[in-house]
């Protein structure tokens, strides 16, 4: 079993920065792929960022060159730093470990309860 605890959202003005963190509990953390995901009112839940246990990233097109990924393995824990946000950039941002796979896959076993990043115009 694998438990994320997700905090770090809030209301920011475009062109801001925000740091979300996620903290994993539950079975050896450096040895699964952690991510990012998001979901936008009336949309689908969408890939953000993944980091694999050799500290390989990956990010959707959307968000590279603005967001970055990074883990701590001391601290068991997944940061994602936003930054210039965009208005487009808002919803909810929930945290997902794959230890069933090398990297992350589109259907993660495991979830955190979402944080809400907000950016106004």
């Known amino acids: 079993q694998v438990q994320l605890v997700e905090s770090g959202g809030g209301l920011v003005q475009a062109g801001g920065s925000l740091r979300l963190s996620c903290a994993a509990s539950?079975?050896?953390?450096?040895?699964?792929?952690m991510g990012w995901f998001r979901q936008a009112p009336g949309k689908e839940r969408e890939f953000v960022a993944a980091?694999?246990?050799?500290?390989?990233?990956r990010y959707a097109d959307s968000v590279k060159g603005r967001f970055t990924i990074s883990k701590d393995n001391a601290k068991n824990t997944v940061y994602l730093q936003m930054n210039n946000l965009k208005p487009e950039d808002t919803a909810v941002y929930y945290c997902?470990?794959?230890?069933?796979?090398?990297?992350?896959?589109?259907?993660?076993?495991?979830w955190g309860q979402g944080t809400q990043v907000t950016v106004s115009s």
């Open positions: 997902a470990a794959d230890p069933s796979r090398a990297t992350m896959g589109p259907n993660p076993g495991y």
């Open positions: 539950g079975r050896t953390f450096s040895w699964y792929p």
């Open positions: 980091i694999t246990w050799s500290s390989s990233t």
